[in-house]
T-cell receptor, first 114, second 113 residues
């Protein structure tokens, strides 16, 4: 299966700052990656679909100006949480598909906004 | 509205017993259903996929059933071990041609030695 890495694994920042999270596909060229968010004891919720070389597709209720996604290459997608606030504290997970039915997830990034 | 419900938030069982987890869904017509394992602070790991025309799928100590009439999937772990302790998530496709997965809230399984 595909190997997906995320960096950083955890980040603490002050309210109002921006945080960039990287998602890398180590052994697969992914034209599409997905960004999920998971609050404690809640399920994963899809935030957006990241498309290489074009604009991301955001799910309803997710602010595209707040969660900036850049998919500049087939192996890297970044999620930037702009002007982060405490309510943005969550576990952010990226994933990619290697086929129509197979999806691999990264290890996640824990964001804590103080 | 669409819902994916997993029977209980937490399940404790004795080592060696069979754990059975339930996933019920409403207002979906998935072509297939998937089960994932998630350990604390980690991303989900794919376990099994079962298609709508399949009644049962097995992989080592894991067994999944899929009843599209009841809109339910059962996930069994036989001869459970403490290492099986984790949260288990079921997931469905968003719909025909959809690219994304919708997840249940998960069941946190604890296998007691």
């Amino acid at each position: 299966g595909a190997v997906v890495s995320q960096h950083p694994s955890r980040v603490i920042c002050k309210s109002g700052t921006s945080v960039k999270i990287e998602c890398r596909s180590l052994d697969f060229q992914a034209t599409t990656m997905f960004w999920y968010r998971q609050f404690p004891k809640k399920s994963l919720m899809l935030m957006a679909t990241s498309n290489e070389g074009s604009k991301a597709t955001y799910e309803q209720g997710v602010e595209k100006d707040k969660f900036l996604i850049n998919h500049a290459s087939l192996t890297l997608s970044t999620l930037t949480v702009t002007s982060a606030h405490p309510e943005d504290s969550s576990f952010y997970i990226c994933s990619l598909r290697t086929g129509p039915e197979t999806q691999y997830f990264g290890p996640g990034t824990r964001l804590l906004v103080l | 509205s669409q819902k994916i419900e997993q029977n209980s938030e937490a399940l404790n069982i004795q080592e060696g017993k069979t754990a059975t987890l339930t996933c019920n869904y409403t207002n979906y017509s998935p072509a297939y259903l998937q089960w994932y394992r998630q350990d604390p602070g980690r991303g989900p790991v794919f376990l099994l996929l079962i298609r709508e025309n399949e009644k049962e799928k097995r992989k080592e100590r894991l067994k999944v059933t899929f009843d599209t009439t009841l809109k339910q999937s059962l996930f069994h772990i036989t001869a459970s071990q403490p290492a099986d302790s984790a949260t288990y998530l079921c997931a469905l496709e968003g719909g025909a041609g959809a690219n994304n997965l919708f997840f249940g809230t998960g069941t946190r399984l604890t296998v007691i030695p």
